[in-house]
């Protein structure tokens, strides 16, 4: 395990009229690290991904990915950082194939005629510098566009490139044999997985699962979680998951954090959060305290 912090909140908060959403949020994933966010319904969990990923601006605090603070930033400019995430509700391209949503993710990573840090760095500075941006970013896309009507040499190489790389993470993902087909024909827990699959598309460092498993039943649920550690391991990731299921999340993250109402209310070890008086009473309950988590094991998909 990396001792580099890939992405920290610092004191993070996000108010929304008089309703505080999120208050006082501080975390830190590491490379190695699989880390679970847990807590009620409206606990504040999404909110926390989505200050995370620049769905949202903090009201106070900060948010670094690497070294750098991404306040303000807008979520395409902190995933080029590093940072990629999924979604409680499948935010796939129903209409495409499996293949080509992973290559949207994967052509992310491509590198254009005029590079993108330099088109950002003039975006972020006076009216004329952002009038050069987009005339860049414009002459990016003239490019790519004349390159794919002539069938150029390079954006054949390139497209090859590509498609090379979407059809490994379909095998990773265990989606192999769905490569053609429309994202929408596919069962509900392979669309969890293509999501992911095209989350890694964009050769994150840090991967932000938001209830990857909700929709599947128990042997699907396991061998998701098993795959989430092999993802960790396989491409040295930091991961964080929000998971209703407290048995797997339990099982499989090394800490936890505990929200409700917006507040963090515990962070530790499994066996901490799960002994933790407050945790119970705003979300375990009693009975959660005579049970046993179940740890994934190896043999899944």
């Known amino acids: 395990m990396s001792d580099e912090v890939l992405l920290q909140a610092d004191h993070a908060s996000i108010q ?5 959403a999120l208050a006082d949020f501080s975390l830190e994933i590491r490379r190695g690290d699989l880390q679970g966010l847990i807590g009620p319904n409206g606990a504040g969990k999404t909110t926390a991904f989505n200050v995370l990923t620049g769905v949202y601006q903090p009201t106070s605090g900060n948010i670094f990915v690497g070294p750098q603070r991404v306040n303000g930033l807008a979520p395409h400019q902190i995933n080029r950082l590093g940072l990629a995430r999924t979604f409680q509700n499948i935010r796939l391209f129903k209409a495409l194939t499996a293949l080509d949503n992973v290559k949207v993710a994967v052509l992310s990573d491509a590198r254009p005629w005029f590079s993108r840090e330099r088109i950002e760095r003039l975006g972020r500075g006076g009216r004329i510098s952002r009038r050069a941006g987009s005339s860049l970013d414009a002459a990016n896309n003239y490019v790519d566009w004349w390159r794919a009507l002539l069938l150029t040499p390079g954006f054949q190489r390139e497209e090859a490139t590509l498609t090379r790389r979407a059809e490994e993470l379909l095998e990773v993902m265990g ?14 827990g392979e669309q969890r997985r293509l999501e992911i699959a095209r989350a890694l598309g964009t050769n994150p460092k840090v991967l932000l699962l938001d209830e990857p498993a909700a929709g599947m039943n128990t042997r699907e649920k396991a061998d998701l979680m098993v795959l989430i550690r092999g993802l960790r391991d396989r491409f040295s990731l930091g991961i964080l998951v929000i998971e209703h299921d407290m048995k797997l999340v339990m099982g499989i993250c090394e800490k936890i954090t505990v929200l409700d109402h917006g507040e963090t209310i515990a962070c530790g070890k499994p066996e901490e959060v799960r002994a933790n008086r407050k945790v119970i009473e705003a979300y375990l309950g009693d009975s959660y305290l005579e049970q046993k988590p179940t740890a994934a094991t190896p043999g899944g998909a």
């Open 175 to 188: 989606l192999a044999h769905r490569r053609d087909e429309e994202a929408k024909n596919l069962p509900y």
């Open 16 to 20: 929304f009229g008089g309703l505080k």
